[in-house]
């Protein structure tokens, strides 16, 4: 048992060293022999914009078809018209610093940027609960973490925001303990800088961050320095900053945001406070919604996460005098933070997937909740690290822990819908399509796509949908200009095409099979009437 004991006794940068091949070949190894090809928008807009900037380009691209159609509806999802060039409809913070990344150190090194990030989140998650409770409870956790189904999933596909935004909060919340612990100046202004980062990644997550940050200090009040407070404001900023000037280069005004039609036009303070409540809950507040979401995400998906969590906080409750007063603190502060997120997100009831009963791990709510799954599980390797000690514990450890890898790995990598195996061979079915189509179109042409957008962006410029008769205007302006325009959709029967082409007769339009052939797909072409 020599070797047991010391399994805990080793210095925090043996861990950093451990943890390098660990992010290459645990998260980093779903993008080995991938195309550039993504299984959702917001990954491709990303990815796009970020290349963008690698490649030395502005982060805005040029969107000119859409001044022959008079109507921004030449573009993929994900993305806006903003004074007639293509702009993210998204947070701005990920395109930034990828694509940074990606011009110093070369465009191969971007899809690993965030498997690599993984590094700053399990090691700062080490540190705190190491400071929290203890080595053996510590390195419990950051095992826990690295193995957890949302941790993995969304720290494999990188361009997500949600898992960089977690390890830079991580990491401010290690600077501000350490501010808290030893009262010097550079732990508030790193805190800065790393909260700064955060939300520039998801710049929506303000209001619990600033909430739950000011609670925090109040109940270390004593231990603050007030003085240094201002190098805590002066971080953020700086590490903002980019955000700000990108913001205003685009929008006009540095707090507008590209994320929603809607907010996209604030363009002054009081307009924004005018908008506190939709942002404080932008979807509502349903319990019953909650309540579904809950069970669903937060239980029935990774149910083996939440025994070890109901678990971990049944034993802290009853050992709540023998944990410190920081563990304590920090506790109900976990809590605050996991209620938020559960009653903000969980009123939001929407189907990523196809399938509207489905419950997979690529659907929102499990990147959405990575706060609430990853510091849950401090508790639960509290009480693992008491089972450990105790006889027949380090089997039953290793036991569990056996159990709760495959059935993370049985969840991340071959569930049947969205886990990343299935991911992995949509992405390539998707490229042989674009190739095929790609040799059937010409290069100045437009698709309307619907959700296969992401399938031929930005190869070849798409419309979305055509929703309204200005959007079948738009299109006869296109082939009026010879601009060729293509319609990849499921298959149509005779009698469909034919009631179809009854409708385009209203604005002098048909339309013509070009090729069959994308297992429920087809691609037809729109041509002039006369």
Not at 333 to 345: D, E, G, K, Q, R
Not at 449 to 460: A, H, N, Q, S, Y
């Amino acid at each position: 048992m020599v070797i047991s004991s010391k399994l805990f006794k080793f210095r925090f940068y043996y861990l950093i060293i451990l943890l390098v091949p660990l992010g290459l070949f645990l998260y980093g190894s779903f993008h080995f022999n991938l195309p550039r090809r993504f299984n959702s928008p917001d990954e491709a807009a990303n990815a796009y914009f970020a290349h963008r900037l690698a490649q030395g380009y502005s982060l805005t691209a040029p969107a000119g078809l859409n001044e022959i159609t008079l109507e921004p509806i030449v573009h993929p999802r994900s993305t806006h018209i903003i004074k007639g060039q293509l702009a993210p409809a998204s947070f701005l913070g990920l395109p930034l610093l990828i694509g940074f990344l990606g011009r110093i150190f070369g465009q191969s090194i971007m899809p690993l940027i965030t498997p690599l990030a993984a590094i700053i989140g399990l090691s700062c998650f080490y540190w705190l609960v190491r400071e929290l409770s203890d080595k053996r409870s510590a390195l419990i956790a950051v095992l826990l973490l690295a193995f957890h189904p949302a941790f993995w999933y969304y720290h494999s596909r990188s361009f997500y925001h949600n898992a960089l935004f977690f390890d830079f909060l991580l990491l401010a919340i290690v600077c501000l303990m350490l501010a808290i612990k030893n009262g010097k100046p550079w732990p508030y202004l790193a805190g800065g800088l790393a909260l700064g980062a955060a939300l520039a990644m998801r710049t929506s997550e303000i209001f619990w961050l600033v909430t739950c940050g000011l609670i925090w200090l109040s109940l270390n009040w004593h231990q603050v320095v007030v003085r240094y407070l201002w190098l805590l404001i002066l971080g953020a900023l700086i590490s903002f900053l980019p955000v700000f000037v990108t913001n205003y280069s685009i929008y006009g005004s540095i707090i507008s945001v590209g994320y929603s039609q809607d907010l996209k036009q604030v363009t002054n303070i009081p307009q924004a406070l005018g908008l506190l409540p939709q942002l404080l809950l932008p979807f509502g507040f349903h319990p019953r919604v909650i309540l579904f979401t809950a069970k669903n995400y937060l239980w029935q998906l990774i149910w083996w996460w939440a025994i070890f969590v109901m678990v971990g906080l049944v034993y802290f409750l009853f050992t709540w005098r023998q944990q410190t007063k920081q563990a304590q603190k920090f506790l109900l502060v976990v809590l605050l933070i996991s209620v938020w997120l559960v009653v903000v997100y969980g009123s939001w009831l929407f189907n990523d997937n196809p399938d509207p009963n489905a419950i997979t791990i690529g659907t929102s709510y499990v990147r959405y909740w990575l706060p609430v799954f990853s510091l849950l599980l401090w508790p639960a390797a509290v009480f693992i690290s008491k089972v450990w000690q105790k006889k027949w514990g380090r089997v039953l450890v290793f036991g569990l822990f056996g159990g709760y890898i495959i059935l993370s790995i049985n969840l991340v990598w071959w569930e049947p819908l969205e886990g990343l195996g299935q991911i992995k061979a949509n992405v390539k079915r998707f490229e042989n399509w674009n190739r095929e189509v790609q040799a059937l179109t010409e290069p100045n042409s437009v698709i309307v796509t619907g959700l296969t957008d992401k399938i031929f962006w930005p190869e070849r410029s798409v419309i979305y949908n055509l929703a309204s008769s200005t959007d079948y205007q738009a299109v006869v302006r296109l082939v009026q200009n010879q601009i060729p325009v293509y319609w990849f959709r499921s298959t149509l029967r005779p009698d469909d095409l034919k009631r179809i082409n009854l409708n385009l007769k209203n604005y002098n339009l048909g339309l013509a099979i070009k090729q069959y052939g994308w297992q429920d797909f087809s691609l037809y072409q729109f041509y002039l009437l006369n």
